[in-house]
């Protein structure tokens, strides 16, 4: 379980998170959602200690983030930020590889090797597995850097917008994929803007907007018109197709 | 069977071409060539006397050549672009600030009598503490914002320099000679009364450079990232920087500041480096860097001083095509 309490977060004095508290399960997909600005990624970083606690706790599986060793943390969990820009001009091969750094510290050995061409595999990118980062289009690169989350081989993933730049196919493989990941024990957070994936693949929803919690529950529960009509700001049809909602935003 | 034993030499042809392909191979061979020209060219006279003198200069081309070419890659590394240098962001106009200010606040009598060593370590320390304090802060969030860094770097330069220039003012102008005397690159009247110390500080370097590479590498990958692996990330900074200002110290200590030699060279040996797979680690990276910037020194400084018998030609050629290099970048927008 990731256990984040009373967490405020200020930038230059304006606050960006304030008193966020929230248990996210384990062994569950859990989507956070809500508008642009409403301090989702920066919820994200704050439980990857990728941006240090102000003020607040966050523990994942007792480990609190603020006190444990970095290099522990990484065998713990993998975080996919939303900027994919690297200065290094790298392969796709390479960067994968990159994903072993927690398990080798940069001596990879077959345990190493292997995890990278599952990796590889699983985000169809073996015809590129040699090719510049540069020279790949944005979901080929989106896929790459995915594939070097997955090579971590945590327990935990964040993923912020995962979904960015993929093309239908490869959006549907990759929830599919969480949702494996999640039938064999391991937890996903991720952010998505997309209420479609998220109620077909989440099995529990966190909806956060100017910083606060609006919302959390299952699909169900938060995935109603009078919620996103707060939420958003504006009106928003919910049908239902398969047990699950389904939401007209796109008209 | 018979098929193994047929293929056998074949393989063992193409595993030795493929080593010969080793960039870091290749290039000692060169540099070895062209120390042992510079060593034994034209030798006649007094042979002790002359070989002695030769050795001492390429000791000291060497040692620049690697100082510079390693700091310039960590540079480049942790603040994440391929266009930024020390010397650019005006590391070694904060050395030659550091330098006047210490004999304004020391005396010239008092801090030239410690002897050279000491003195130069003084130097160093001190550059050292005051490089962290700018860059650290700078750079400890992450480098963002590439055109800020170079207004950065242009600004803190002539800051620099003025302060040189200022303090000198307040100095007399005796004093202000010695400080004034390696302001310029001259790579053929290297200040040898450092070049011991400065030499064994750059092994050193070297050595703990190669040492912190992997984690050098994933540095590269960008702050976020790097802390997502588990890089203590404000500590990798901080090394790579104090490497950067040591190394950026002895270099000009020796020689005097070298505008855009390390741009050249960070951009030839990722030129180099990179057409083999793993070719951006910092593992091959480095030595790839040090053995073209020692193999451009040496070789250039031989041309220019056996065949076309101009001593002090070489800073200036490096310096122009360099400048040239940097224009070249700009221009394309291959600020990354
Ligand atoms: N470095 C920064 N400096 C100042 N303000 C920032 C900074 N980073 C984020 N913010 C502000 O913090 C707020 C939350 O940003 P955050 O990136 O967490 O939003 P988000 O929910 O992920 O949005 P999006 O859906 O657009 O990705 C925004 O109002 C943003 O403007
Ligand atoms: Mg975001």
């Given at each position: 379980m990731i256990r984040v309490a009373d967490v405020n977060h200020q930038i230059d004095g304006n606050p960006i998170?304030?008193?966020?508290?929230?248990d996210i399960p384990q062994g569950e997909v859990t989507a956070l959602i809500g508008p642009n600005g409403a301090g989702k990624s920066t919820l994200l970083k704050l439980m990857g200690r990728i941006e240090p606690l102000q003020t607040g706790h966050v523990a994942i599986n007792d480990l609190d983030v603020g006190t444990t060793p970095s290099g522990q943390l990484a065998l713990e969990m993998a975080y996919?930020?939303?900027?994919?820009?690297?200065?290094?001009?790298?392969?796709?091969?390479?960067?994968?590889?990159?994903g072993r750094w927690p398990h080798c510290k940069g001596h990879p050995g077959p345990v190493d090797h292997a995890a990278v061409h599952d990796a590889l595999v699983m985000f169809?990118?073996?015809?590129?597995?040699?090719?510049?980062?540069?020279?790949?289009?944005g979901g080929q690169a989106q896929r790459a850097h995915l594939a070097m989350t997955f090579a971590q081989t945590t327990p935990w993933m964040l993923l912020d917008e995962p979904l960015n730049n993929l093309?239908?196919?490869h959006s549907r493989a990759l929830m599919k994929r969480l949702s494996d990941l999640r039938d064999a024990g391991r937890s996903v957070v991720i952010v998505l803007h997309d209420l479609n994936h998220a109620a077909a693949w989440a099995d529990h929803l966190i909806a956060m907007k100017n910083g606060r919690i609006a919302a959390s529950g299952t699909a169900e529960e938060v995935l109603t018109p009078q919620t996103l009509a707060a939420l958003?700001?504006?009106?928003?049809q919910v049908l239902r197709y398969a047990g699950r909602p389904l939401v007209l935003h796109h008209i | 069977m018979s098929e193994t034993v047929l293929q056998h030499p074949n393989l063992r042809l193409r595993q030795a071409a493929t080593w010969l392909r080793h960039p870091v191979l290749w290039l000692s061979i060169a540099l070895f060539l062209f120390c042992m020209i510079w060593l034994f060219q034209g030798l006649s006279g007094n042979y002790e006397f002359i070989l002695k003198l030769r050795m001492k200069k390429l000791a000291a081309l060497l040692t620049v050549g690697s100082a510079v070419a390693v700091s310039t890659i960590l540079f480049q590394t942790v603040s994440a672009n391929r266009i930024l240098t020390p010397s650019i962001m005006g590391f070694d106009a904060l050395y030659v600030m550091m330098q006047t200010l210490l004999v304004a606040a020391l005396g010239t009598t008092g801090f030239a009598m410690i002897g050279a060593a000491p003195k130069f370590i003084v130097e160093t320390g001190a550059m050292t503490v005051m490089a962290l304090l700018l860059f650290g802060t700078l750079l400890r969030k992450g480098a963002r914002d590439i055109t800020r860094m170079i207004l950065t770097g242009v600004i803190l330069g002539t800051l620099f320099r003025a302060g040189s220039g200022l303090i000198g003012r307040v100095l007399d102008p005796n004093a202000f000679a010695t400080v004034q005397s390696v302001s310029f690159a001259n790579f053929s009247r290297a200040h040898t009364d450092v070049l011991g110390i400065g030499a064994t500080i750059t092994v050193l370097g070297c050595v703990i450079a190669m040492w912190l590479a992997p984690r050098f590498d994933v540095l590269g990958l960008g702050r976020d990232r790097a802390i997502a692996l588990g890089l203590p990330h404000g500590r990798i900074v901080v090394a790579a920087l104090g490497l950067v200002a040591v190394l950026v110290s002895v270099s000009t200590a020796l020689v005097g500041p070298v505008a855009f030699f390390g741009l050249i060279v960070a951009g030839l040996a990722h030129a180099i480096a990179q057409r083999r797979p793993g070719g951006a680690h910092h593992r091959i990276l480095l030595p790839v860097a040090a053995l073209v910037a020692m193999?451009?020194?040496v070789g250039g400084q031989t041309f220019f001083e056996r065949v076309m018998g101009q001593q002090a030609t070489l800073s200036v050629v490096v310096e122009f095509l360099?400048?040239?290099?940097f224009l070249f970048l700009l221009l394309k927008g291959k600020i990354r």
């Open positions: 998170l304030t008193n966020v508290s929230c996919l930020g939303q900027n994919l820009s690297v200065a290094s001009r790298l392969r796709v091969r390479e960067l994968i590889g990159f169809d990118l073996v015809p590129f597995a040699d090719r510049f980062l540069d020279e790949l289009s093309d239908m196919a958003y700001e504006t009106d928003v | 193999c451009v020194l360099g400048g040239l290099f």
